[in-house]
């Protein structure tokens, strides 16, 4: 468990991580590869892959060429089996715990096994809270699930610490990517609050501001897509 128990660690330490998130519906390879030498240059400490829609076809091709480029851990987090890449080193093993679609609860797992059995990733499980960003996301597309309101600061909290006594080592709050309204700092810091397990937030945060805003609400990963995919010279600005 080498990449969730550096991220234990550096939450232990107070040390602040930041992923860069690569569609690859959105990133052709020659994109890709322009893409991960930006991120080398970036204070990123880890790169995930993932979209809610993307067939699959050409991520391994992906990921190997983002492996050559940066040392970084590189984490996916499919919506469906056909999603799961070896060329990864872990994967984000989702529950999404706001919706009520098993599919997305357990169904989707259950036909993953096949492949993760044989597979060298490092499975970290993950309760997914999907909170009301402002717009239809394409999780609540894909999924068919609502996402928790955001001043319903509770439910967000007892599902996010249901996730964790049923034994989920990280929560994601996910306002969807391109989101409207990121988490409001309010939900971040009383979640923060009352969890034990490390705790990440994504979905559109958009500013040097706001990221630090998000880590001082109590997260210790804040997710960046579309500020980086808009203008990879974000994090000198
Ligand atoms: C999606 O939270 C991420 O999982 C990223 O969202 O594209 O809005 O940064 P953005």
């Given at each position: 468990?080498a990449?969730y128990?550096?991220?234990?660690q550096?939450?232990?330490?107070?040390?602040?991580l930041?992923?860069?998130?690569?569609d690859?519906?959105?990133?052709?390879?020659k994109e890709?590869?322009?893409?991960?030498?930006?991120?080398?240059k970036s204070?990123?400490?880890h790169?995930?892959?993932?979209?809610?829609?993307?067939?699959?076809?050409?991520l391994?091709?992906?990921i190997?060429?983002?492996?050559?480029?940066t040392?970084?851990?590189?984490?996916?987090?499919?919506?469906?089996?056909?999603?799961?890449?070896?060329?990864?080193?872990?994967?984000?093993?989702?529950?999404?715990?706001?919706?009520?679609n098993p599919?997305?609860?357990?169904?989707?797992?259950?036909?993953?096994?096949?492949?993760?059995?044989?597979?060298?990733?490092?499975?970290?499980?993950?309760?997914?809270?999907?909170i009301d960003?402002?717009?239809?996301?394409?999780?609540?597309?894909?999924?068919q699930?609502?996402p928790i309101?955001?001043?319903?600061?509770?439910?967000?909290?007892?599902?996010?610490?249901a996730?964790?006594?049923?034994?989920?080592?990280?929560?994601y709050?996910?306002a969807g990517s391109?989101?409207?309204?990121?988490?409001?700092?309010?939900?971040?810091?009383?979640?923060?609050?009352?969890?034990?397990?490390?705790?990440?937030?994504?979905?559109?945060?958009?500013?040097?501001?706001?990221?630090?805003?998000v880590?001082?609400?109590?997260a210790?990963?804040?997710?960046i897509?579309?500020?980086?995919?808009?203008d990879t010279?974000?994090?000198n600005?």
């Open positions: 468990m990449i128990q550096d991220i234990v550096a939450k232990k330490e107070n040390k602040k930041l992923a860069i998130l690569i690859p519906e959105k990133v052709t390879i890709c590869f322009d893409l991960s030498k930006k991120i080398i204070p990123a400490t790169v995930f892959v993932g979209g809610s829609t993307f067939s699959g076809a050409h391994d091709e992906l190997s060429i983002i492996k050559t480029t040392k970084l851990p590189i984490l996916i987090f499919p919506g469906h089996p056909s999603q799961i890449s070896n060329e990864a080193d872990g994967i984000l093993f989702l529950s999404l715990l706001s919706g009520r599919e997305y609860l357990i169904e989707h797992h259950i036909n993953s096994v096949d492949i993760l059995a044989k597979s060298n990733l490092e499975i970290i499980p993950t309760g997914y809270l999907l960003g402002g717009k239809e996301t394409a999780v609540q597309r894909v999924s699930t609502l309101e955001q001043d319903n600061v509770d439910l967000a909290y007892k599902t996010a610490k996730g964790e006594f049923l034994g989920k080592k990280l929560i709050l996910e391109g989101a409207n309204q990121h988490v409001s700092l309010e939900m971040i810091r009383y979640v923060a609050q009352n969890i034990k397990i490390p705790l990440i937030v994504g979905g559109g945060i958009r500013s040097m501001k706001t990221i630090q805003e880590y001082n609400a109590g210790d990963l804040v997710v897509g579309t500020a980086f995919e808009n010279n974000f994090f600005l």
